[in-house]
């Protein structure tokens, strides 16, 4: 069966449901005759089937709307909060802008709050709110219309054919995306679980980059994608020369020719491991070290500084640069290569944190002050955002200020997972907070944790937690105490 069968279908929530929230119940009346009744004078119609007789004319299809109204923002407010916990969100609200205690863009910004996905349209007969105005309250969003009173029914009907199915079409790519990405995490799990077998999967052609590779062999394989990639940092000499067979079967590789070179390629690539020279006449690779462990994008990255010569100045240098580790001449490959893999081990086990379920604590997880920082940035960023069920690894990329290539490589270095999986896992660890300690119902919390979908929150909250989410937080014995 193809995955787009399987989609829950949000045509099935049928009518679209629309809110009008005005303190004049004419308003109402007239959204009703809009949307409920064809507006036809019954004596014009008498007068002109006696004159004309039967009229031959097309009989269009109305699109059909559920309406609700409410004479207030806040009576506004608490029917968006009863319909999300009843799981018939609203798809659009027509909002006055003057009415008794909060105002229209008020009720708008707190409604937004409880659900950020509903298309508003603020209806207006006075210039109250300047465009700069408005943009300053609710921010430059796609979501935002303004409609003059008296309004046209004709414009006032397509306004709300066009917006209710851009609610439609939006959900249904939200959730489209996350279960592809639910594949691709499952499909990547079973890749990693047949390579712990010894099974070698299909490998995949790679993507052109500046990775370098070693001289073809008849019996070479492709290089494997879950390798550490290591950047080297050197200037050809026969030192450096010497690491890359030794290493070549366990890591990918990145050569940069001077400090300048490796650190730009260290932002941009965020490998798993630096190696860089050093020399008394070139000491360049000390202040690499010392940009990589301050810049928040690097500073979880190991670094092993390499030096032509056995110095105990040098050594000291490099240890207050930050260095990990330290090799002279003559290098010790065994030695290297020993050392490498403990480093990169120390950090699978710390991100073994992240894995286990409780709150996430930075400061536990991070190596130092910056992944700590990071860490926290990150997670804020996340929680900022946690309702939008429309945010996605793409604009918490942009939050963040780095590019989806640069958040996957820092994320998997410093939380062991990639960034769509972190995402998910502070919401689920979130929605399991509030099953224990709020009185917030199962619906309640799937909206508020960013799910758009009761059943699939289920199912991904039991793969995680191994129990329903009304279970979680039930003594032993007694079923489910969180209602549905």
Known sequence: MSQAKTMPNWKDA???????????????????LVFHEDG?????????FRLYGAIARPNPVRPVYALDYALSGTEGIEKVTLALVQ??????????????????VETIERIWRLDPRIQMVICTAYADFSQEDLTQRLGFTDKLLVLKKPFDSLEVTQIAMTLTEKWYLARQAALKLEQMELLVAQRTQKVLELQRLGLDPLPETPAASRETSAPARADAKSPDPERPLLLLVEDGTEVCRQIRPALEDEYRFLEAKDGQGGFEL???????????????AEPGGFDLCRRLKADELTSHIPVIL?????????????????ADDFFANPLNLQLLRARAS??????????????????????????????AQFLRRTIATVEKHMSDFEF?????????????????????????????????NLRLKRAAQLLRESQMTVTEITYAVGFSDLKHFRAIFREHFGVLPGEYAAPAGQGSAKPE
């Open 14 to 32: 049928f009518p679209p449901r629309l809110l009008i929230v005005d303190d004049n119940q004419g308003i109402h009346r007239e959204f009703e």
């Open 40 to 48: 036809t004078n019954p004596e014009l119609a008498a007068d002109a």
């Open 87 to 104: 799981g018939r969100p609203y798809q659009m609200a027509f909002v006055d802008i003057r009415m008794p205690g909060i105002d229209g």
């Open 266 to 280: 260290a932002r941009e690539s965020v490998p798993d491991l630096v190696l860089a020279k050093v020399a008394a």
């Open 306 to 322: 390499l030096a032509t010569l056995a110095s105990e100045s040098q050594q000291i240098t490099a240890l207050e640069a930050g």
């Open 342 to 371: 403990n480093l990169l081990q120390a950090r699978r086990k710390a991100n073994r944190a992240l894995n286990q379920e409780g709150a996430l604590n930075p400061r536990e997880i991070a190596s130092n002050q910056l992944d």
């Open 392 to 424: 996605d690894v793409e604009a918490l990329s942009q939050k963040m200020f780095m590019s989806r290539r640069q958040l996957f490589r820092k994320l998997k270095s410093v939380a062991g997972c990639a960034p769509n999986t972190f995402v998910r």
